[in-house]
């Protein structure tokens, strides 16, 4: 099993860009999450899913969308990106809601 | 709305030495939850942490959880250089998964 993967690992992106986050879970997991870490915090919840179809917002959802069209697949879409923007942004997903959450190894973005 | 936060930010200590971390937060839980985050790496999962009273341990590494306190300690025995990190904690308020994570505290390990 692969786990959690996301891509890209490192993205620079200009205000106002638009960029789409992948991530994708082989373990058949129903939870899948999406967090951003900015330098030196904890991380923030941006959206979360239960199952394909079913989408929640997080923390701190704003800036940001989200589909879950199959259990595998979560992609994160930035439409018009802000240097507030600029973290460390976390897949992960749970078999269930009480469960260890598993996380991906991580996408670096920059918003100059 | 919940706040989830560490104490201490920082910890400096010397091999062989025992510590606590202190994740203390603000409404009634009962799953918390202990990551490890290495330096420009993912989160790796410790503990899971679902009832009161529970207790965990991995090697040096022993977790509790006092819910009536809203407290969870991150116990360290006899500390190697290995297990510098990173060490957060994170609370489920809402039985649904959404985790709210504390600020983390970073353990530097000296030989």
């Known amino acids: 099993n692969a786990g959690v993967t996301q891509t890209p690992k490192f993205r620079i992106l200009k205000i106002g860009q638009s960029m789409t986050l992948q991530c994708a879970q082989d373990m058949n997991h129903n939870y899948m999450y999406w967090y951003r870490q900015d330098p030196g915090m904890g991380l923030k919840l941006i959206y979360y899913s239960v199952g394909a179809g079913i989408t929640d917002k997080g923390e701190v959802p704003n800036g940001y969308n989200v589909s879950r069209s199959t259990t595998e697949d979560f992609p994160l879409r930035l439409e018009l990106a802000a240097p507030s923007q600029t973290s460390v942004y976390f897949c992960?997903?749970?078999?269930?809601?009480?469960?260890?959450?598993?996380f991906g190894p991580g996408t670096r973005l920059t918003v100059l | 709305e919940l706040k989830v936060e560490q104490n201490p930010l920082f910890l400096s200590m010397q091999e062989g030495k025992n510590y606590t971390i202190y994740c203390n937060y603000s409404?009634?839980?009962?799953?918390l939850y202990w990551y490890r985050q290495d330096p420009g790496k993912s989160l790796e999962s410790l503990f899971v942490?679902?009832?009161?009273?529970a207790v965990k341990q991995e090697g040096r590494l022993m977790a509790s959880l006092d819910t009536k306190a809203r407290l969870s300690t991150l116990h360290i025995t006899a500390a190697v250089h290995d297990l510098s990190a990173t060490y957060f904690c994170a609370v489920d308020s809402s039985n649904t998964g959404k985790l709210i994570f504390g600020q983390g505290t970073t353990l530097q390990v000296k030989p």
């Open positions: 992960a997903s749970s078999r269930d809601r009480g469960l260890e959450q598993f």
């Open positions: 942490l679902l009832s009161n009273g």
């Open positions: 409404t009634t839980s009962d799953r």
